[in-house]
């Protein structure tokens, strides 16, 4: 006969212990996460720029920032016109801001800021709807890529930035998509 120490030992014994399983490393993951994460801090470092110059004449200093010549240079390198419609119509803009609206402005870009930071830690907890909201949201954008490019297309030109962009929301989308049931599956 077992004393019954020995019988709860022996039973102790029995009982497989369970672990929970480890979420598998995902560095595509955690590239992608890295990427809205800087993202949502460089919208929040917009906001706060262009909240601290609202009282300044702005229309003056973006045409001041789009004559510079390191301006120049990268537009060229990037292959984009500062002559074209989207950024004379951005200086349009900029030259009918008021005050309030500078501010409105920086107030939207932090709210712009909330979905890739939200999508960001989200995804870093593996949450399976931020997963979900950064694939609509990369998801939403690559039509208008796609026309933006046909657009350069036709004019004869080609941006490479505009390019890469696409490309990068058409991974990310294929990715977290195809890889949701290992990325975000809930351990019961």
Request: aromatic fraction near 12%; include cysteine; proline fraction near 4%.
């Amino acid at each position: 006969m077992m004393s019954s120490e020995q019988e709860a030992r022996e039973a102790a014994r029995a009982v497989p212990k369970v672990t929970p399983p480890l979420k598998k490393r995902a560095p595509t993951l955690y590239a992608i996460i890295i990427f809205k994460l800087i993202k949502g801090l460089l919208c929040i470092g917009l906001a706060v720029f262009i909240y601290h110059e609202a009282d300044k004449d702005m229309g003056a200093d973006y045409r001041k920032l789009m004559d510079s010549t390191v301006v120049k240079r990268v537009f060229g390198t990037l292959k984009l016109h500062p002559e074209s419609k989207f950024f004379t119509g951005l200086r349009d803009s900029v030259d009918k801001l008021t005050e309030t609206g500078t501010r409105h402005a920086a107030w939207g870009a932090v709210v712009l800021s909330l979905f890739p930071l939200v999508e960001g830690i989200g995804l870093l907890f593996r949450v399976p709807w931020a997963g979900w909201l950064a694939i609509g949201e990369s998801a939403f954008f690559i039509p208008i890529e796609f026309y933006e490019m046909q657009k350069l297309a036709i004019t004869g030109h080609f941006s490479w930035s505009i390019a890469i962009v696409t490309v990068t929301n058409i991974i990310i989308v294929w990715y977290l998509y195809a890889y949701r049931d290992v990325l975000f599956r809930h351990h019961v």
